[in-house]
């Protein structure tokens, strides 16, 4: 049961009679398949009086980076206010008159998938302005995953604003937690987490790109392509982030070197760009038990490196090597592997802990949250 299913057994809802507003998106369902803002419409203990939607919109139909209007004509005739337009934080004109303000997001627990920016964002203006916060929780696929640099403060950005290791693998409720006990600007927010219990046994997509949990688990080994314009990973197709191509990748040298490392399985294959056929390679994570997924990317683009060069990635007219770096959270990986320093001394000083949550909870920093 999620955070939200636990919350609708509750009779009454606490803080009974308080104006709420709600921060959800298309994945904000309970057990039943109704969305969150129908149950909370109907109970008579709460006045729903708003809501916010994150990146993607409140209906998840927005693609990566774009920005979202507010919406006057939502379905359930609230408005709705976007916290990702000109806006990122909610306005404290939005919040006035509300006694609570409840969030259910299904995150990743990666770094730069913008959720986690979000809550951030969120808890510091409820903490300045006294307004109680209400996480629900969803699991997370890459629940124990720990993988990836520290966040360089110079670089802290949208895609980076959590200074925990690139993948932490929690949800949105150990994050709340943890973000409240170690984030002076979240220290004063009075937070309230309904955890989720067990499993998710169903993918609700929490954005277009990720229509599978497959394509979920995948992310943070292809994410870097968003950086790179010459690679295709099937956004938002069959195989959305699980495969790797380019017009001239060495598919096959690349999955012998690749197969089985840090927990991931790669084959070749071939991929359909603009009616061409580019070789590829396919990624599978058969358990998250051995997975290491930052590792991996930059084991894989420093094999790229010496095959193709580091101008074919990082300096070809389109590349983002600064938004690559906003990515990963500190300009040291790209420069590394532009001078052709391994992988294995790149990543050696990483936090890193594949598989179940262990010691990683919220009250550890982040370097006790590893092995």
């Known amino acids: 049961m999620t955070g939200l299913d636990l919350l609708l057994t509750l009779d009454p809802l606490p803080a009974k009679g308080a104006r709420v507003g709600f921060l959800g ?6 057990q039943d398949g109704r969305h969150a803002v129908e149950h909370l419409r109907n109970r008579s203990d709460w006045n729903l009086v708003c809501l916010f939607s994150p990146e993607h919109g409140f209906d998840g139909r927005a ?25 990122r934080s909610p306005r404290e004109e939005w919040l006035e008159g509300l006694d609570l303000l409840i969030t259910d997001l299904m995150d990743l627990g990666v770094r730069c998938y913008t959720y986690a920016s979000t809550l951030r964002n969120v808890m510091q203006v409820c903490a300045r302005i006294g307004l109680p916060l209400l996480i629900l929780d969803r699991p997370t696929p890459l629940a124990g995953v720990m993988d990836g640099p520290s966040l360089d403060p110079k670089l802290r950005s949208f895609v980076g604003a959590v200074d925990l290791p690139t993948v932490y693998g929690w ?60 690679v295709d990973v099937d956004r938002g197709g069959p195989r959305s982030f699980q495969v790797w191509s380019m017009p001239d990748l060495p598919a096959e040298a690349l999955a012998r ?22 070789p590829g390679l396919q990624f599978e994570v058969p358990e998250v038990n051995t997975y290491l997924p930052v590792s991996f990317a930059v084991k894989m683009l420093e094999n790229l490196c010496r095959h193709l060069g580091p101008d074919r990635l990082f300096r070809q007219t389109g590349a983002r090597p600064d938004f690559f770096d906003q990515l990963m959270g ?22 890193r802990r594949p598989g179940p949550v262990g010691d990683g909870l919220p009250g550890h920093s982040p370097e006790t949250a590893c092995e």
């Open 330 to 351: 500190t300009k040291s990986v790209r420069e590394a592997l532009c001078a052709g320093i391994r992988s294995s001394e790149i990543t050696q000083h990483w936090c």
């Open 63 to 87: 693609a990566a980076g774009e920005p979202v209007d507010h919406q006057d004509d939502s379905p359930w005739e609230l408005p709705v206010f976007s916290l990702y337009g000109d806006d």
């Open 257 to 278: 070197s690749l197969h089985g490392q840090n927990g991931v399985q790669v084959r070749t294959t071939e991929v359909i760009h603009q009616d061409q056929r580019w």
């Open 25 to 30: 998106h298309a994945a904000s369902l309970a």
């Open 171 to 230: 949800s949105q409720g150990l994050l709340a937690t943890w973000l409240q006990r170690h984030d002076p600007t979240c220290a004063g927010a009075d937070l309230q987490v309904i955890m989720s219990d067990g499993q998710a046994t169903e993918w609700i997509p929490p954005s277009p790109a990720l229509g599978t949990q497959t394509s979920a688990v995948c992310y943070p080994l292809t994410v870097w392509s968003e950086a790179i314009p010459e």
